[in-house]
């Protein structure tokens, strides 16, 4: 019986998420605003990436970033000078659709063309729960061992884009980059990878590029 009950509201909550999100896309769309999760562990390098494409691109983007307590990253991003709105989840390693609803009614969804989200840092909670973005791009540093990409296989199946990051420390830790490509197109065979260095600025104009060719004709 307990086993019962339990499936059947993680059945509920999963539903439920689910009906937000896609009234958060809806929200976002009729704003004509393209929507961007960032998925990753902490130290992948999310951060950095979002602040690197903000000063790269001419778009007018709006952040929601999410952590378990701090607001450190929403203040780093905050330095930018663009909007941000920091979600602190407490004890929960994910945001949900029904959180990001909230950060959206605090942010001027008239004065941006682009919201990133910042996921809390981990590799598995945040897997099952849609937020209402159009494209989610996973990132993994090769500092967190070459078996991580095998030992995730349900994010990055999930990912429209991988970015595999901090490939100059690659030797210095033991990592074998060319593993981790492989096993992400070996999860995911049409998703398109790209190995970065953003500490040496290689392989960000990639990025960009990769987003904004996903993103609908519509918006």
Known sequence: MHKVASVEVEK?????????????KKLLENNN???????????????????????????????????????????????????????NTGK???????LVEHSLEDMPLDKIDCLFIENVGNLICPVDFALGSHMRVVVVSVTEGDDTVEKHP?????????IINKTDLAEAV????NKMVADAKGLNPDVKIITSSLKEGRGLEEIIEAIKEQKPENL
């Open 174 to 177: 033991g990592a074998d980059t």
């Open 33 to 87: 605003i393209y929507c961007v999760d960032f998925v990753g562990a902490i130290g992948s390098g999310k951060t950095s990436l979002i602040e690197d494409i903000i000063e790269n691109v001419d778009e007018n983007i709006g952040v929601v970033a999410g952590d378990v307590i701090s607001k450190f990253d929403a203040e780093r991003i905050k330095s930018h000078d663009v909007p941000v709105v920091g979600l």
């Open 12 to 24: 509920n909550i999963m539903k439920a998420n689910e009906a937000i999100a896609e009234r958060n």
């Open 154 to 162: 349900l994010i990055f199946q999930s990912a429209d884009l991988i």
């Open 92 to 98: 929960e390693c994910h945001l949900d659709a029904h």
